[in-house]
């Protein structure tokens, strides 16, 4: 797949429909993931201004530092027929785009605005009302294309094969850090640009969910919790979780384990177009409950990804938002038993026509090495 496929010309016109239709007169997206998602340009965020103006109505255009002229003009962004309008070091590019774009009311900034720049947009547009820009592109981002869906198997395929290498990379006597030092370079060997994260978390530390890598020397018979993904060359994330053991586990943890397998394997069964968002959690969740777990259950069941590993929707308790085809997102319930061990079973799932569909596909029952 090429960056025409991934970042479509036609998208520009579905954002400034939505952005009219969302009563916005523009939607500012300076670098970051709206930007990229937009317009296929993955700009620097520097203290110099690049920002993609979306009118509700008129031409769209791209403020950039003459110097990231070049950078910009070789992007997809150059496909979109944009205007760039290049400023020079002692211009103001704020008042600039306030000029263009004259009097507005109420515009969107890109989520992940730095706070200097969406400070320095209300001095210079200081009538406008400032909100997300997600309130406008979330609708878009949430339901990936087929497109979108096979740059996210690709993903999921990557991290898999690292994932069919840990086996030979844990073992009792290293340490989580030197272990999570191997796991990151198999992560870019398998076709990754970048590595977002690498948690390794043996014994004890299993039980904190978003525990990184320590000097912890790993113990035979101990359970480990291993959380990694990237991003894909295409800008596309993986995200996956398997927990192994170092020998044979303590038989509360094997017996708690088979619990978090079938609260895993209930909630990927129930992925369908129009199920809640929530119904999805509570799959996961009323099991763990049932066996006497639930307090041990902390965090949601899973998160949307893309081009971000962590973005709508979220399943989680309260979203009552249903399932549309197109949807992807983690499923991954944990328990966590303080000062013991944890574990934790995650696949990125797609939502189809007919149901859900599994981008990860190692083994989900206990690896004991």
């Not at 009563?23 to 296929?40: E, I, K």
Request: proline share 7%; charged share 25%; hydrophobic share 40%.
């Amino acid at each position: 797949m090429t960056s025409s496929d991934l970042y479509p010309v036609s998208r520009l016109a579905a954002v400034q429909e939505a952005t009219a239709k969302a009563g916005l007169d523009a939607l500012l997206l300076t670098p970051g993931p709206d930007l990229r998602y937009v317009s296929g340009y993955d700009a620097k965020p520097l203290e110099r201004l690049t920002c993609l103006v979306v009118p509700a109505s008129g031409e769209s255009y791209m403020m950039v530092p003459r110097l990231e002229l070049p950078a910009a003009e070789a992007s997809p962004a150059s496909r979109l027929g944009l205007e760039f309008v290049a400023w020079d070091e002692t211009d103001d590019p704020y008042e600039i785009a306030a000029k263009r774009l004259g009097q507005v009311a109420k515009v969107g900034l890109a989520d992940r605005m730095w706070a200097m720049a969406s400070l320095r947009f209300r001095a210079a547009l200081p009538a406008a009302e400032q909100v997300l820009a997600g309130t406008v592109l979330r609708e878009l981002r949430m339901r990936k294309s087929p497109v979108e869906v096979a740059a996210l198997r690709e993903a999921g395929e990557a991290i898999d094969s690292v994932h069919r290498r840990v086996p030979e990379l844990l073992r009792a006597g290293r340490t989580e850090r030197e272990v999570g030092r191997d796991i990151a370079e198999a992560i870019l060997a398998a076709g990754h640009s970048t590595v977002d994260f690498v948690i390794v978390a043996s014994g004890p530390n299993g039980a904190s969910p978003h525990h990184d890598v320590s000097d912890r020397v790993i113990q035979p018979g101990e359970p480990v919790v291993v959380d990694i993904g990237g991003q894909l060359h295409n800008g596309y994330c993986s995200d996956s979780t398997r927990t192994y053991s170092v020998g044979e586990p303590p038989a509360e943890f094997a017996s708690y384990y088979e619990v978090l397998r079938q609260a895993q394997e209930a909630a990927c069964a129930a992925v369908r177009p129009g199920v809640p968002c929530e119904s999805i959690d509570a799959a996961a969740r009323d099991l763990i409950a049932e066996a006497g777990y639930g307090e041990y259950f902390v965090h949601r069941t899973g998160h949307g990804i893309g081009i971000e590993t962590h973005e709508e929707p979220y399943i989680i308790s309260g979203n009552a938002e249903p399932m549309e085809p197109g949807f992807a997102f983690s499923v991954e319930p944990g328990i966590y038993l303080p000062g013991r061990h944890g574990a934790r079973i995650e696949d990125i799932v797609v939502c189809t026509e007919s149901g859900g569909e599994r981008l990860n596909n190692t083994p989900r029952e206990l690896v004991i090495i």
